[in-house]
């Protein structure tokens, strides 16, 4: 069975500062993995995916994962936050369409 | 623009009273899939459609029901809410014609239940 578990449901940073929202995954298989950003009182936005093309992965408003399978980890990481990154960041595994969620970190950007 | 919309955003209601979500996209995506969202478990996907007339459990189906009878709509039917069914719910559809891992879902902008 394939799993997400996010270390720290909070996270706070200093804008400017960087951001790294931690996801591990479990999977027997060859995983694909998503990051989503949730803003407030808004659907999931899709942020970046693994697709197993290359293990860095750029996606949008300045974010990067590497994933890494020794040591089954799909960070999300931003050299420097901005006050619009505060919000809930959801990583997920797929399993035929059907995406598996963490249980979220919330980003708080302070001035 | 391509989009999922989900009607009504606010829904509040009493025990036993039945209520249907309702979901559309314009994409023409084959997948579509219900989650509910609640602090702290992520989201949880409810049930699930491949196509028309194909519909599936996920993981936690238990008093809802769904149907696929268009491309474009999969509303999501509580036939007796409880309490416990008080969430946030969101649809999401993706092209997936090949029971693809590896499309991107897209999510409506969520409907949140509030059963009393």
């Known amino acids: 069975a394939q799993s997400v578990t996010q270390l720290g449901s909070h996270v706070s940073v200093s804008e400017g500062a960087l951001v790294l929202l931690r996801c591990n995954y479990s999977s027997s298989v060859p995983p694909y993995l998503f990051w989503y950003v949730q803003y407030p009182n808004q659907g999931l936005q899709l942020l970046l995916k693994y697709t197993s093309a290359a293990t860095l992965v750029k996606g949008i408003n300045g974010f990067e994962a590497e994933f890494k399978k020794s040591e089954t980890s799909f960070h999300l990481t931003k050299p420097s936050a901005h006050m619009s990154d505060a919000a809930e960041y959801f990583c997920?595994?797929?399993?035929?369409?059907?995406?598996?969620f963490g249980q979220g970190t919330t980003l708080q950007v302070k001035p | 623009e391509a989009q999922v919309t989900q009607n009504p955003r606010y829904l509040i209601t009493v025990t036993g009273k039945k209520l249907t979500v309702t979901c559309s996209q314009n994409?023409?995506?084959?997948?579509m899939s219900w989650y509910r969202q609640d602090p702290g478990l992520g989201l949880r996907q409810i049930y699930y459609?491949?196509?028309?007339?194909?519909?599936d459990k996920g993981d936690v189906p238990e008093g809802y029901k769904v149907s696929r009878k268009e491309k474009r709509n999969f509303p999501l039917i509580l036939e007796s809410p409880s309490p416990n069914q008080t969430s946030l719910y969101f649809c999401?559809?993706?092209?997936?014609?090949?029971?693809?891992?590896?499309?991107?879902?897209?999510f409506g902008p969520g409907t949140r239940l509030t059963v009393l």
């Open positions: 997920a595994v797929s399993n035929t369409g059907k995406l598996i």
């Open positions: 999401a559809s993706s092209l997936a014609r090949a029971r693809s891992s590896t499309d991107t879902q897209y």
């Open positions: 994409m023409n995506h084959e997948y």
């Open positions: 459609s491949m196509n028309v007339e194909a519909t």
